[in-house]
């Protein structure tokens, strides 16, 4: 795998926490953490480099929209890079709009929003009324990349100081395609800046049809950045990115009720324990050396008898 790897952290206190184990480890945060933070309280400075992301898949899924206007969204950024150091953000996602069909249309709305298997739905999002026909995918899916590559020329209006990246949103491969023109029909010259985020992958990360989409992006001359993909995905394609991120290390943990022996915290999994994130990230980015002892985990107790290979689960819930 050559594509930089960006550990994603379930807390924000880990960008400026002093721990050897993070020297030279890209950290990865959501905007949905740091704004639980009040706004009044000033963050420590950052000791490692970060990216943010907008936190885009929870508003959707949770709530069909985004709640926070796109000034709103660049003052807070502003306010987060300001505060953690310039220097320290390597770069930050706009609001952009997942493609999934379950993001779109919707799923297990009888669960009612609280309940993690809910999908609200962007009906309201794509300008349905009650009683309209529904959009077909094709249609859905360019009113969400059209939404999607508007919000990014407005931020970098907004805020041209701050380190946006363009990302790019679809369903097939197409519509990726599609999605490379709409940014070349706006003047953005997507060969040209830093990174760009490849989104909607996530769930579907390790198929043959992201394989080739990630494929043809990159042959288009694009540093790519696979937002959520995991290691199945980066032994098919890590080579053809520039850079990825995952969390998948805490779900892991808890659904599989990992605790690391070494661990003395009195949580009964590692999913949000430091040294368990930095041992996954260790097997993530460093090649195993042979007969050197890895950390020691407990034997998994699902029924598949799962251990580490289980640690890169794709976090999508049955139906």
């Keep these: 795998m050559k594509a930089r790897f960006f550990l994603g952290i379930p807390e924000p206190s880990w960008l400026w926490k002093p721990h050897p184990g993070l020297d030279g480890v890209a950290l990865f945060v959501s905007r949905a953490r740091l704004a639980r933070r009040s706004p009044n309280r000033v963050m420590p400075r950052a000791l490692h480099d970060f990216a ?12 069909g929209r985004w709640r926070v206007s796109a000034a709103e969204y660049a003052a807070e950024v502003r306010r987060y890079r300001a505060q953690l150091g310039p220097e320290r953000m390597l770069w930050a996602a706009p609001q952009d709009c997942m493609c999934e069909p379950w993001v779109i249309y919707g799923k297990n709305q009888h669960l009612g929003a609280r309940h993690e298997r809910y999908f609200h739905g962007t009906r309201e999002l794509r300008g349905l009324a009650d009683g309209d026909d529904e959009h077909d995918l094709t249609t859905a899916v360019r009113i969400h990349q059209r939404l999607t590559v508007d919000n990014f020329l407005e931020l970098r209006t907004l805020a041209a100081d701050v380190p946006w990246i363009p990302v790019l949103q679809g369903w097939a491969l197409e519509d990726y395609l599609h999605c490379v023109r709409l940014y070349e029909q706006a003047g953005v010259d997507l060969g040209t800046v830093p ?10 990360e390790d198929t043959s049809e992201i394989a080739e989409i990630i494929g043809t992006l ?3 001359g694009l540093r790519l950045h696979g937002f959520g993909v995991k290691t199945d995905g980066l032994a098919m394609y890590g080579e053809r990115l520039a850079s990825a991120d995952s969390q998948a290390w805490s779900y892991g943990y808890r659904e599989r009720k990992i605790r690391l022996e070494s661990c003395t915290h009195k949580a009964q ?5 430091l040294d368990g994130a930095l041992a996954w990230y260790r097997r993530i980015t460093q090649p195993p050396t042979p007969g050197a002892p890895g950390p020691r985990v407990p034997s998994s107790p699902s029924p598949t008898g799962a251990g580490w290979e289980q640690m890169a689960l794709d976090a999508e819930l049955a139906a």
């Design 218 to 220: 990159s042959a288009l």
């Design 195 to 204: 990174v760009v985020g490849v989104g909607s992958v996530c769930r579907r």
């Design 269 to 273: 999994t590692c999913g949000y324990c």
């Design 52 to 63: 943010l992301d907008s936190g885009g898949f929870t508003e959707l899924k949770k709530f």
